[in-house]
C-alpha cells in the first residue's frame, strides 16, 4: 500500500508555544488529507479534511483558530496547534487518500503531543 | 449523527482461540464498513471493508459480514495468532465515495498469548 510519513512522532512543548506536525504522501499525490485526534482508550476524532490548494473544512467544535491546517502541495499537509495548552494534549493522526478513484485513506504513524 | 459501537477491550486470548470483536453502527444512510489494525508502533492499516449489506470482507484469515439488518459489522477468525495482537477499530464512511473521511469505534486492544 501506500505510505503516509508523519513527523514527528512526538513532540513535547511549553504551554503557550506553538507546534507544527507534517503528514507527507511519500509515494503517491494526495488529493485530500484528513486530521484525525485520538484521546486515550478513545477513538478517533476527525477534525478536518483538507484538500490541496484550498482551505480546509473543520469539524463541528473544532477551533481552526487554534488547529490551523496548511494543505500546499499535493504530498504535504500541516497541523499547526497554536498557543497550545495541557487540554491539546493527544494523539494526532493523518491519513491521505489520492489518485483517480481511490477510495482508501492510508494513515501515518501518529504523533504524541504533550502540552507542559 | 452517525457512529460506531465496538466491544471494550482489552481481549485476551491463547494462540488458537477462536475471536470476535463485535461492532454495531448508526447510519442515517447506506455507509461502507472497515475494520481497521493498529499494530504497536505503526500507523492505521486496512483490514478490510464491505461496501453493502451482506457483503463479506476477508483478508488474512480475519471476516467481516455487512448485516443491515442488525446493523453490525463483527470481525472474526477462527484461529488467532500471536502477531494478531494489535489495537482493531471498526469504522464507517458515510459515502463510499468519501472513503477517507471516517467515523470510529473506539478500538478493540486484543492480546493473544502463546
Known amino acids: 500500500g501506500a505510505v503516509v510519513s508523519q513527523h514527528p512522532s512526538w513532540v513535547i512543548c511549553k504551554s503557550g508555544t506553538s507546534v507544527k506536525i507534517e503528514c507527507r504522501s511519500l509515494d503517491f499525490q494526495a488529493t485530500t488529507m484528513f486530521w484525525y485526534r485520538q484521546f486515550p482508550k478513545q477513538s478517533l476524532m476527525l477534525m478536518a479534511t483538507s484538500n490541496e490548494g484550498s482551505k480546509a473544512t473543520y469539524e463541528q467544535g473544532v477551533e481552526k483558530d487554534k488547529f490551523l491546517i496548511n494543505h500546499a502541495s499535493l504530498t504535504l499537509s500541516t497541523l499547526t496547534v497554536t498557543s497550545a495548552h495541557p487540554e491539546d494534549s493527544s494523539f494526532y493522526i493523518c491519513?491521505?487518500?489520492?489518485?483517480?478513484?481511490?477510495?482508501?485513506?492510508?494513515f501515518g504513524q501518529g504523533t504524541r503531543l504533550t502540552v507542559v | 449523527g452517525d457512529s460506531v459501537t465496538q466491544m471494550e477491550g482489552p481481549v485476551t486470548l491463547s494462540e488458537e482461540a477462536f475471536l470476535t470483536i463485535n461492532c454495531t453502527y448508526t447510519?442515517?444512510?447506506?455507509?461502507?464498513l472497515f475494520w481497521y489494525v493498529q499494530y504497536p508502533g505503526e500507523g492505521l492499516q486496512l483490514l478490510l471493508k464491505?461496501?453493502?449489506?451482506?457483503d463479506k470482507g476477508s483478508n488474512k484469515g480475519f471476516e467481516a459480514t455487512y448485516r443491515k439488518e442488525t446493523t453490525s459489522f463483527h470481525l472474526e477468525k477462527g484461529s488467532v495468532q500471536v502477531s494478531d495482537s494489535a489495537v482493531y477499530f471498526c469504522?464507517?464512511?458515510?459515502?463510499?465515495?468519501?472513503?477517507?473521511?471516517?467515523?470510529f469505534g473506539q478500538g478493540t486492544e486484543l492480546s493473544v498469548k502463546p
Open positions: 464491505a461496501t453493502k449489506a451482506d
Open positions: 447510519a442515517t444512510g447506506y455507509p461502507s
Open positions: 491519513s491521505a487518500i489520492g489518485g483517480q478513484g481511490r477510495t482508501e485513506a492510508f
Open positions: 469504522a464507517l464512511t458515510p459515502d463510499y465515495n468519501q472513503g477517507g473521511k471516517l467515523i
